[in-house]
């Protein structure tokens, strides 16, 4: 059972404009979610990330959005660079009873950005 | 060095056979984890460690063994290897439980 999905496994989008990733998750427990960007042959490097409490955050050229009464977040990048070509992870937050972080994460999705 | 590191990057090994994979990290961070990337699934959480000598399953615990007698070093022991857990694995720490997780560079393994 997939809590957390992206169900575009790959995106391409020009050079300039905007990239938007999307990411669903099933849980309702779930309160604080992260993005994470992977680039071949290396582990995956934290972007952005936000709590429940909030319905945005934004980072320089990265924007994540959460709604979450659809259960749904997306990250937005602008402007899009060759540079963020790379496989990007959505990964979902909760305590579980002991109390210890268990991260769920996204199958991923690829984005080609196209100088 | 400084960071978080695993060691072998590459590994061949035949079906029946122990492997273990390492990892270390430098910074002192209490939280440690276990991933495997699969074509498909993303990254899957196998076992993580809260704390020294504290370790708890993961999402695919099943075939994999793993310690924390130390708190820099959390290694991944994989006691009969099968085919189906030839894989990317990635070693993950963090300061604390909600903290953003710092990844070591991976290791392909190939179980023939």
């Known amino acids: 059972d997939q809590q957390v999905k992206q169900n575009s496994p790959s995106l391409s989008v020009q050079e300039g404009r905007i990239s938007i990733l999307n990411c669903d998750y099933t849980?309702?427990?779930?309160?604080?979610f992260l993005w994470y960007k992977k680039y071949p042959a290396e582990g995956p490097t934290f972007l952005i990330s936000?709590?429940?409490?909030?319905d945005k955050n934004e980072d320089g050229r990265f924007t994540v959005f959460l709604n979450k009464s659809a259960k749904h977040l997306s990250l937005h990048i602008v402007p899009s660079q060759p540079g963020d070509s790379a496989v990007y992870f959505c990964?979902?937050?909760?305590?579980?009873?002991?109390?210890?972080?268990?991260?769920?994460f996204g199958t991923g999705t690829k984005l080609q950005v196209i100088p | 060095d400084a960071g978080i590191t695993q060691s072998p990057r590459y590994k061949i090994t035949e079906t029946g056979r122990q492997v273990t994979l390492m990892c270390h990290q430098t910074?002192?961070?209490?939280?440690m984890f276990w991933y495997r990337q699969d074509l498909g699934h993303g990254l899957r959480l196998i076992y993580y460690?809260?704390?020294?000598?504290?370790?708890d399953k993961g999402e695919v615990p099943d075939g994999y063994v793993v310690s924390r007698s130390k708190t820099e070093n959390f290694p991944l022991t994989l006691e009969s290897a099968t085919r189906s857990q030839t894989s990317v694995y990635f070693c993950?720490?963090?300061?604390?439980?909600?903290?953003?997780?710092?990844f070591g560079p991976g290791t392909r393994l190939l179980v023939l």
């Open positions: 993950a720490s963090s300061e604390q439980g909600r903290e953003t997780q710092y």
């Open positions: 849980n309702s427990m779930f309160d604080y």
């Open positions: 936000i709590s429940s409490i909030k």
């Open positions: 990964a979902a937050d909760r305590y579980n009873s002991g109390g210890y972080q268990k991260v769920t």
């Open positions: 910074w002192s961070h209490s939280y």
């Open positions: 460690s809260a704390a020294a000598d504290i370790t």
